[in-house]
């Protein structure tokens, strides 16, 4: 299958610092990406669609300007967290639609944020 | 919209065959996915069934059943590793997909 990176993989940070996160298609080209957070337990929450070229679509309920996205290329869209609070400890993760031949949408490994 | 519907935890004895049901309600229908996520881990493509019928993947079938809004993954020849939590999530034409809760299947010795 089709692959996709994210980096950093962990992160620790201290409250009210930012942090980026960057999600990566490898081996295709995703005009759409998408951000997931998951608290442990829980099932996949949508975050927001990342669209290639144009603003990002969120899910109600979470802030667009905490959440920055920013997709400015086909292979390449990041998450950044502003001004981070404990409360947004979480894994998050992106993932990638992969447009050619069967319309799928492939993970990353995710980035435990710790916010302290 | 949509709705889906899956077990919430299974429990299954290593070597046996498990089955996962996944019950949806849609207007729009692409297809249907199957994730496996390991705990602490993102999701992994499992399949993906966008016409009715069965489809084998070595230990891991898929079916699906568009006019009962029903599908199931199959697993056989349950091994420890295959602990883990199982998505179902809908293609429903409108990105993104939507996701079930999960089965969190548990293989016991």
């Known amino acids: 299958g089709a692959v996709v990176s994210q980096h950093p993989s962990w992160v620790i940070c201290k409250s009210g610092t930012s942090v980026k996160i960057e999600c990566r298609s490898l081996?295709?080209?995703?005009?759409?990406m998408f951000w997931y957070r998951q608290f442990p337990k829980q099932s996949l929450m949508l975050m927001a669609t990342?669209?290639?070229?144009?603003?990002?679509?969120?899910e109600q309920g979470v802030e667009k300007d905490k959440f920055l996205i920013n997709h400015a290329s086909l292979t390449l869209s990041t998450l950044t967290v502003t001004s981070a609070h404990p409360e947004d400890s979480s894994f998050y993760i992106c993932?990638?639609?992969?447009?050619?031949?069967?319309?799928?949408?492939?993970f990353g490994p995710g980035t435990r944020l710790t916010v302290l | 919209g949509q709705n889906i519907d899956q077990p919430t935890e299974m429990t299954a004895t290593e070597g046996a065959i498990v089955q996962i049901n996944c019950t949806y309600q849609t207007s729009g229908f692409n297809g249907l996915f199957w994730y496996q996520q390991h705990a602490g881990e993102a999701p992994t493509f499992l399949s993906y069934?966008?016409?009715?019928g069965l489809e084998e993947k070595g230990r891991f079938s898929s079916f699906l059943s568009r006019s009962k809004g029903y599908s199931y993954l199959l697993l056989k020849e349950l091994q420890m590793k295959d602990s883990a939590s199982y998505l179902c999530a809908l293609n429903s034409g409108n990105t993104p997909l939507v996701f079930g809760k999960g089965t969190r299947l548990s293989v016991i010795a």
């Open positions: 081996d295709f080209q995703a005009t759409t």
């Open positions: 069934n966008v016409l009715d």
């Open positions: 990342s669209n290639e070229g144009s603003k990002a679509t969120y």
């Open positions: 993932s990638a639609r992969d447009e050619t031949g069967v319309d799928t949408q492939y």
